[in-house]
């Protein structure tokens, strides 16, 4: 990845890290079903309509919580309940330091992250490690595991694309090797017409995506 889009992205991904946000752990189990622990950087923290800590959540000038693809994912699976970890700027070694407490009596672990390893001048291959221990990690504590692909980078394009689709192949690798399902989220927002970029519609900022974005990525969550 080259200096030029390294800024770029730092200005619409970076800021500053929180804790883990979502509900109360012990209210999540008391409505029974699917406790699905998501974990992640600001896609799934659903930037930039929402932030799981209310602290960020309040320098939102109008925050709607459809502007997560949890939103739609609990809608789609019923019985299902999600806890949003997403924390936006985060590397996946940061995210793999927040594993144990974001799935603390959860059912389901969803591994999100990696763009901004990219952004901040980590190769794919070692974004690809930390995902990597992530999703072992989250087998041992004896949780269903799944991946999703980074997405399409507008903003970035093009010297962000061949590093996203170099990851993202790591990705697929580490899903075939540790037997866990990868959503096809790439796919899901790629533009056929405009190889390597969002389709416009479903972009609020050329990085993230918009409320029609995050609704296309949430229905289409399989648990595994």
């Known amino acids: 990845m080259t200096d030029r889009a390294i800024p770029l992205l730092l200005a619409v ?24 622990a998501a974990i992640g950087d600001s896609i799934t923290a659903g930037t930039p309509f929402w932030d799981p800590n209310p602290s960020l959540r309040a320098r939102i000038p109008d925050p709607d919580p459809r502007g997560q693809w949890i939103y739609w994912a609990e809608r789609a699976l019923p019985g299902a309940d999600f806890r949003n970890c997403g924390v936006p700027g985060e590397r996946t070694d940061e995210i793999a330091g927040r594993l144990e407490d974001c799935a603390e009596d959860a059912d389901v672990l969803i591994v999100q992250g990696g ?50 689709d170099e990851l993202n ?12 399902p990868v959503l096809q989220w790439f796919d899901e927002l790629e533009d056929p ?32």
Do not use: F
């Not at 980590?122 to 995902?131: F, G, Q, T, V």
């Open 13 to 36: 991904l970076l800021l500053v890290p929180a804790g883990c946000g979502g509900a109360d752990p012990q209210k999540e189990r008391e409505r029974g079903g699917t406790l699905v």
């Open 193 to 224: 017409a405009h190889p390597d970029r969002m389709r416009l519609e479903l972009t609020s900022d050329l990085a993230h995506p918009s409320i029609a974005g995050y609704r296309r990525l949430g229905e289409s969550v399989e648990l595994p």
């Open 169 to 180: 192949r790591r990705i697929a690798r580490i899903g075939r090797d540790e037997d866990v």
């Open 115 to 164: 763009v901004n390893d990219l952004a901040q001048g980590h190769d794919p291959a070692s974004a690809a490690r930390n995902l990597r221990a992530i999703v072992r990690r989250g087998k041992r504590l004896g949780l269903r595991v799944a991946m999703v692909e980074l997405l399409p980078w507008n903003g970035g394009y093009p010297h962000a694309a061949a590093a996203i």
